[in-house]
């Protein structure tokens, strides 16, 4: 009401002016609302950009592969500190070593670098491979029951015929590894894990069903 009597005294409106007055205050009013909308949802979208933005990935690189004679020798010791967590007085590196149709059993190889390392019917059985790096490792038909396989990288590793028997697997990337004839029996697989397993296509069969998987 005071506005319209200051638009009253200020112009001598008459009653009809007084509404047109109104009404051009009230589109200011709504122009001015639209900036300001405007504005904030510009900023809100400026701020969801940068909150969605992806983040940098670091590219993992191994160190260059150890010049000792007798690293391979190592695998049959393993690793003695701080098993449960991959910690060692020294990195366990075994890329490349021959382990084909050795015996391995119960032994601590918590962090090894297994890429390339030829485990081929190697007997695993009872061995602890917590937080190891076996990319591209060759483990067909290695046996693996009652491992220890946590948070092991198998990416694109052949594990085809291995035996993962009452073994316990968490954590565990599959990714590109050939898994056919795998053998699961018992296994102790994680939800997660059992996921990941199911969507590769070299997991057919029987080995499917050991592990869980729903349908074909």
């Known amino acids: 009401m005071a506005i319209l009597q200051k638009c009253n005294a200020a112009f001598g409106c008459t009653r009809p002016q007084r509404i047109r007055c109104q009404a051009v ?25 940068l909150l969605t933005a992806a983040p940098a990935v670091a590219e993992f690189k191994l160190p260059p592969i150890s010049s000792d004679p007798n690293r391979c020798d190592r695998g049959y010791t393993g690793n003695t500190i701080g098993q449960a ?28 670098l297994l890429s390339d390392t030829d485990m081929s019917n190697t007997n695993l059985r009872e061995a602890v491979l917590t937080k190891s790096y076996g990319v ?35 954590g565990t990337t599959f990714e590109g590894a050939d898994l056919s004839e795998s053998v699961w ?18 997991l057919t069969g029987e080995s499917r069903f050991q592990v869980g998987c729903r349908g074909k």
């Open 25 to 49: 205050q009230a589109s200011a009013v709504r122009d001015e609302g639209t900036k300001s909308f405007a504005a904030v949802a510009a900023a809100g979208f400026t701020a969801l950009s």
């Open 85 to 112: 967590n991959a910690v060692s007085d020294k990195v366990l590196d075994l890329r490349r070593c021959d382990y084909s149709g050795k015996d391995l059993s119960g032994k601590t190889l918590a962090g090894a």
């Open 136 to 170: 591209g490792a060759i483990l067909s038909g290695a046996d693996l029951t009652n491992a220890v396989v946590d948070r092991v990288d198998f990416s694109r590793a052949k594990l085809n015929g291995a035996k993962f028997v009452n073994a316990v697997v968490t």
């Open 185 to 202: 029996e018992d296994a102790l697989i994680g939800n997660e894990d059992v996921k990941r397993l199911c969507t590769n296509p070299t």
